[in-house]
């Protein structure tokens, strides 16, 4: 079975733009969070969607949306990009509502220039 | 807001020696989870721990969740060049999020 799956896996962008990065979760799961993780820190909270429902949110600005797709797949966007988006963004599922374990796919690497 | 921090921030240790990583919340957690994350990878998840006072052990590895429930410790007997990678703990409060801690960097030299 496979398993998170992102993409792209490397994207370059410049500061104003928009950027869309995907995300499908393993088959069944129905909770998909997404996470930034800036280079040398620990990953942080931006959504959580559970049957195509926000349920959680965390510390970013409004620029930062999100959405669950019937299928479970998601979709975060990020508008007016500025230097500091530069990151990691991490898309995890997992089974249940309540958060449990977490299955991260590889992330996709965004560089704003 | 919510704070998960982690000591040490890097750790260096000679093959076959022990290692540990302390989490502490800055809030009570409703339980706690451990995941290590090779250079160049993404976190993969070690364990969960949900009752205070917990301990669970995997092979090598012993992992603690504190009576309040605000603090946990790994600790990996004998480390091996395959232990190389970053801790985090995450700290889940309960409202669907989990706050992941600042993460401690094993270097294991052969």
């Known amino acids: 079975d496979a398993g998170v799956t992102q993409s792209p896996t490397h994207l370059i962008k410049t500061r104003g733009q928009h950027v869309t990065l995907r995300c499908s979760p393993i088959s069944g799961h129905k909770s998909v969070s997404w996470y930034q993780q800036v280079l040398g820190q620990g990953p942080q909270f931006i959504f959580q969607?559970?049957?195509?429902?926000?349920?959680g949110r965390g510390n970013f600005p409004d620029r930062f949306s999100a959405r669950q797709f019937p299928n479970y797949s998601s979709e975060l966007n990020v508008n007016a990009l500025l230097l500091g988006d530069s990151a990691l963004y991490l898309c995890?599922?997992?089974?249940?509502?309540?958060?449990?374990?977490?299955?991260f796919g590889e992330g996709s690497r965004l560089t704003v220039l | 807001g919510q704070q998960v921090m982690q000591i040490p921030q890097y750790q260096h240790v000679q093959e076959g020696e022990d290692f540990t990583t302390y989490c502490n919340s800055s809030t009570t957690l409703s339980n706690i989870q451990w995941y290590k994350q090779r250079p160049g990878g993404h976190p993969v998840f070690l364990i969960q721990?949900?009752?205070?006072?917990e301990v669970k052990k995997q092979k090598r590895l012993t992992f603690q969740f504190g009576e309040a429930k605000k603090n946990s410790s790994l600790h990996i007997t004998a480390t091996q060049t395959t232990d190389v990678g970053t801790y985090f703990c995450a700290g889940d409060t309960g409202a669907n999020n989990l706050f992941f801690g600042t993460g401690t960097r094993l270097t294991v030299i052969p």
């Open positions: 969607y559970y049957e195509k429902e926000e349920r």
């Open positions: 721990l949900v009752k205070s006072g």
């Open positions: 995890a599922s997992s089974s249940g509502r309540n958060t449990g374990e977490l299955f």
